[in-house]
Each structure stands twice: as C-alpha cells, then as structure tokens.
C-alpha cells in the first residue's frame, strides 16, 4: 500500500451539495488538510497556467463540463511535471468508466453513490 502525506487537496466538482459532503468527509479524515474547490460550471476548467503543485491530491469530477470529460482534462493537465494525484468522481459510473479513468492516468476511481469515509481511506 503507497502512503502519501496529504496537506492540501482540490475538489473539481458542479455539484455543490456533492462538494461540500466530500469537504466533509475529507477533513474527517485529514482534518489539518487546506480544501479548495473548483465549481467547473461556474469557473470554467482551469487555466495552462494553473499550480497545479500546490495540491497533494486531486478529486475530478468525470463530467465537469458540457463539451469534454473528466478525462479529456485528465489527459491534458497530467502534462504538467507536478501534477497531483487524481481520483475521478463519477454520479453514474460503470466498469468501463474505471477502466478509462486508470488508463487516463487517475489513481482511483470513486462511484459518487458509494462515497464513505472507508472508501476514501482506501
């Protein structure tokens, strides 16, 4: 099992409520850990020029936008040299879905529908 010290983390996400139980859950878990977030439909997908560097870990939503999914920023943003881990969220995911998102880089893989705090401990 690989261990990473997690400090700081960011939620890409449209879904507010979704954004706010998993700040939530999170802190549980790493309380001491700075959470931003990142409302894509709001906002916008973030810029080429965006420090990525400054978070340990990355949860993505697979749908964040209308035109490009998850994983289409997925592959582009893991260009970047400091890139954090990532673990794409999906509302309605299937096994194919996890496929594509490990063959696209993410480290996991969460079904929004089974988030716990046990599987975010995983």
Known sequence: MVTMKINSILIIDGDSDFRALLKMLLL????????EQIDPGASGRPGKDFNWAQYDLLFMEYNPGQVVNGLDWLREYTKHEDFPAIIILAAHGDEETAVRSFRSGARDYISKERISNNRLVE
Do not use: E, F, L
Not at 28 to 35: D, G, H, L, N, S
């Open 28 to 35: 549980k878990i790493v309380p001491a850990a700075r959470i």
